[in-house]
């Protein structure tokens, strides 16, 4: 892996309030958010939760690695369970943030 890749989105994960990863299959899962309090990160949210969140907050982000390469390469606040699925979120009344 490219250190200059790495170190830039380690400065990304710095400065956005959300940082969204594709996974092998496309999903959208939610490695980072600064304001999220349910579901517990990770979590899956479909193409219309990403884009009302994005409407809200021009702090949200598509990283440019997959999930898998990101939670090889930087280090996230999780770990990932394969006997375990992640909450899926269809619609944006379903999350849960702070006031901050």
Not at 49 to 74: C, G, H, S, Y
Request: avoid cysteine; aromatic fraction near 8%; charge should be negative.
């Amino acid at each position: 892996m490219n250190q200059h890749i790495v170190d830039e989105h380690r400065v990304l994960f710095e400065k956005m309030n959300a940082i969204v990863a594709r996974n092998e299959i496309g999903e959208l899962i939610v490695v980072r958010s600064r304001r999220t309090i349910k579901p517990i990160i990770p979590f899956i949210i479909s193409i219309s939760v990403f884009q009302q969140w994005k409407a809200r907050d021009n702090k949200v982000v598509i990283a440019d690695l997959p999930f898998e390469q990101l939670n090889t390469d930087i280090p996230l606040n999780f770990k990932i369970r394969k006997d375990e699925p992640l909450t899926v979120i269809q619609s944006f009344d379903e999350l849960e943030f702070s006031e901050k």
